[in-house]
């Protein structure tokens, strides 16, 4: 089974503070991707990687960052999170040879207070 | 991305097939009819895709009609497990980064 883990479930941050979020998968696939889920808006993509140290901006980047240095490995920073940055994370990822097969894991409740 | 349409909610009976229909009619050549749910408070889940037979997978059958602008996603026995968003998705299979769209889906209420 493929398995799409996040470091936590939930998280509460204060504003301003520096935020980091943790996907690990374990199917070495190439692509990893980070949206977050807002009631009404449905997932926006933030940030997406296509392979080691490659990055592209998504829909909605401003705020955020990501690192992958190693394949089964994708952060997303929140360089000083704000109010407005209180949403559910959703990492995924998928292969290659079938980019639409996306496997997500199970979410971080972040709140900003 | 062509768009898609579902209706808003569904019932099924536990134990009955459930038959979820989308629409897709501007879906061009070289795109795919992608299913996913998300149950409650969950990460979605790919469940099949296709893209002019039909096909089944251990979870499900997508059937796609002849002309591609429409297709049903079945559930052969549903199971109160089976409540969630169902989400329909058209997108050529490799298109790069470009993110999935998820509409608003169909609310699916399996009951007892």
């Known amino acids: 089974d493929v398995k799409v883990t996040q470091s936590s479930r939930y998280l509460v941050k204060r504003t301003g503070e520096k935020v980091f979020l943790e996907c690990v998968q374990d199917?070495?696939?190439?692509?990893m991707f980070w949206y977050r889920q807002d009631p009404g808006l449905g997932l926006r993509l933030i940030y997406f990687?296509?392979?080691?140290?490659?990055?592209e901006k998504g829909d909605i980047p401003e705020g955020y960052s990501v690192s992958r240095e190693k394949k089964e490995r994708f952060s997303l920073i929140l360089e000083s999170a704000s109010t407005n940055q209180t949403s559910m994370y959703l990492c995924?990822?998928?292969?290659?040879?079938?980019?639409?097969?996306?496997?997500f894991g199970p979410g971080t409740r972040l709140t900003v207070t | 991305d062509a768009k898609t349409t579902q209706p808003p909610s569904m019932d099924c009976a536990e134990g009955r097939a459930a038959n979820l229909p989308c629409n897709h009619s501007?879906?061009?050549?070289?795109?795919?009819v992608y299913w996913y749910r998300q149950i409650h408070s969950q990460g979605p889940q790919y469940i099949i895709h296709?893209?002019?037979n039909n096909e089944t997978n251990e979870m499900a059958s997508l059937i796609i009609t002849e002309d591609r602008k429409s297709s049903t996603l079945i559930l052969p026995h549903a199971t109160l497990r089976d409540t969630a968003v169902y989400y329909c998705?058209?997108?050529?299979?490799?298109?790069?980064?470009?993110?999935?769209?998820f509409g608003k889906g169909t609310r699916l209420s399996v009951i007892a």
């Open positions: 998705i058209v997108r050529a299979r490799n298109s790069g980064n470009t993110p999935l769209v």
């Open positions: 296709g893209l002019k």
């Open positions: 199917m070495d696939h190439e692509n």
């Open positions: 990687s296509y392979d080691v140290k490659m990055k």
């Open positions: 995924a990822s998928s292969s290659d040879r079938e980019m639409g097969e996306q496997y």
């Open positions: 501007t879906i061009s050549g070289n795109e795919y």
